[in-house]
């Protein structure tokens, strides 16, 4: 079985601050992972994946996450936050043997100016 | 390159009723999955089609159904509807099965009174 949690609803940060946002999983196997964000009222857009290989994956609008195999985690971080940047973020993981993804129950990121 | 595009957008129907929602998969997408996502919750896996066969379902009742068509565009179609579905029902196509990324439409916003 696969699934993930997310476990902060939502997460507040001033503009040029740090963020992240954290996601755990769990699978039998090995994992793919994979972030998505979603603006209100729009469906998911795809920020970045592991597969395999380099644990820091770069992906789009300058974030990054951290593959982190002992803790199961694979964490999405920015270095420095955009208000443009609030929106909700879903954290998905995929059992190697599996071509269904299992989305968490995403986080609220809120940018403040 | 055409994206995701599903329809309709929004509707209204009442408990009982059956609707039937459309999804057209981006260029060269063979893979379609659908998804539930109520309010203030994460994507919920329906099912998903590849070269128009059935190719996983999630826990939905048997009033969920689908179709895939020789273009790979898709269908949902929901029979007796019941009020807890009234969601937010998120198409997604992936250029083949064993693909990672997953691209959205909009989604199609049913409510059901």
């Known amino acids: 079985a696969q699934s993930v949690a997310q476990p902060e609803d939502q997460v507040n940060v001033a503009e040029g601050n740090p963020l992240t946002v954290k996601c755990t999983y769990s699978v039998s196997g090995n994992p793919y992972l994979f972030w998505y964000v979603q603006y209100p009222n729009r469906g998911l857009q795809f920020l970045l994946k592991?597969?395999?290989?380099?644990?820091l994956v770069k992906g789009s609008y300058g974030f990054e996450a951290e593959f982190n195999k002992s803790q199961t985690s694979f964490h999405l971080k920015k270095p420095s936050a955009l208000v443009s940047d609030s929106a909700l973020y879903f954290c998905?993981?995929?059992?190697?043997?599996?071509?269904?993804?299992?989305f968490g129950r995403g986080t609220s990121l809120i940018v403040h100016p | 390159e055409t994206g995701v595009t599903q329809s309709p957008t929004h509707l209204i129907k009442t408990r009982g009723q059956q609707v039937t929602l459309r999804c057209s998969s981006q260029?060269?997408?063979?893979?379609v999955s659908w998804y539930q996502q109520a309010l203030g919750q994460g994507p919920q896996f329906i099912f998903q089609?590849?070269?128009?066969?059935?190719?996983g379902r999630g826990n939905f009742p048997p009033r969920f159904s689908g179709l895939q068509f020789p273009n790979y565009s898709s269908e949902l179609n929901v029979n007796a509807l019941e009020l807890d579905d009234s969601a937010l029902y998120l198409c997604?196509?992936?250029?083949?099965?064993?693909?990672?990324?997953?691209?959205f439409g909009e989604g199609s916003r049913l409510t059901v009174l």
């Open positions: 998905a993981v995929r059992d190697i043997g599996s071509y269904i993804p299992t």
């Open positions: 997604a196509s992936s250029l083949d099965v064993t693909s990672g990324e997953l691209f």
């Open positions: 089609y590849y070269r128009e066969e059935e190719n």
């Open positions: 260029s060269g997408h063979n893979t």
């Open positions: 592991y597969i395999t290989g380099d644990n």
